[in-house]
C-alpha cells in the first residue's frame, strides 16, 4: 500500500510539472503571462545579456495574411558567435540548428508556454553528446527562460 501511495504522489508529481521535456528534445515551460508579455520579456533580457537578435516571426500575422486563424504563436532567433561557434566547433552540421530559438504559443486551454530545442538533445543529434558547449548553451537557455517567466511580486 505504501508503495502504491508513493507511485501516485510520484505520478501527480510528474503530471503537475511546469516543465516538461519531451523525447524530441523540445523543453516547455509554463508561462503565467500572456504570450505577447512572456515573448517581450525573454526578448528584453536577451537583449541585456548581449544577445543579437537575428528575427521576431509572428506566425499568427502570417496566418491571418492568408485568411487563417492560429493562436497566438512567435519564434524569436537569436545568439552571437560566443555561444555557437564554440557548439559549431564541436560538429559543423550544428549549425543548421544555430542561432538558437523559442517559441512562444498559447495552446487550447488557454495556457501559455515557452519552449526551446534543448542544446544537450541537439549535440546527441549531431553526434557530439559529449560537447561541453552544448551543456553551457543549455544552462544559458534555462537561465534566460527562467529569469523571463520568473512572476514579479
Known amino acids: 500500500m505504501k508503495q502504491l501511495s508513493l507511485l501516485l504522489v510520484l505520478c501527480f508529481v510528474l503530471i503537475s510539472t511546469s516543465t516538461v521535456l519531451a523525447a524530441d528534445g523540445l523543453t516547455s515551460l509554463k508561462s503565467s ?11 528584453a533580457i536577451a537583449k541585456q545579456k548581449g544577445l543579437n537578435i537575428f528575427a521576431r516571426i509572428n506566425h499568427t500575422a502570417g496566418a491571418a495574411k492568408i485568411g487563417k486563424t ?3 504563436t512567435e519564434v524569436l532567433i537569436f545568439g552571437n558567435p560566443q555561444g555557437g561557434t564554440p557548439f559549431i566547433e564541436c560538429a559543423q552540421t550544428v549549425g543548421i540548428d544555430l542561432p538558437l ?18 542544446p544537450v538533445y541537439l549535440a546527441q543529434r549531431h ?3 559529449q560537447c561541453p ?7 544559458a537557455l534555462a537561465g534566460l527562460s527562467k529569469a523571463a517567466l520568473m512572476v514579479e511580486k
Open 33 to 43: 503571462y500572456s504570450p505577447a508579455e512572456t515573448m517581450n520579456r525573454f526578448e
Open 70 to 72: 492560429l493562436r497566438p
Open 101 to 118: 530559438k523559442v517559441l512562444v504559443w498559447e495552446d487550447a486551454d488557454g495556457q501559455v508556454w515557452l519552449g526551446y530545442n534543448d
Open 127 to 129: 553526434g557530439v553528446a
Open 133 to 139: 558547449a552544448a551543456g553551457k548553451l543549455g544552462k
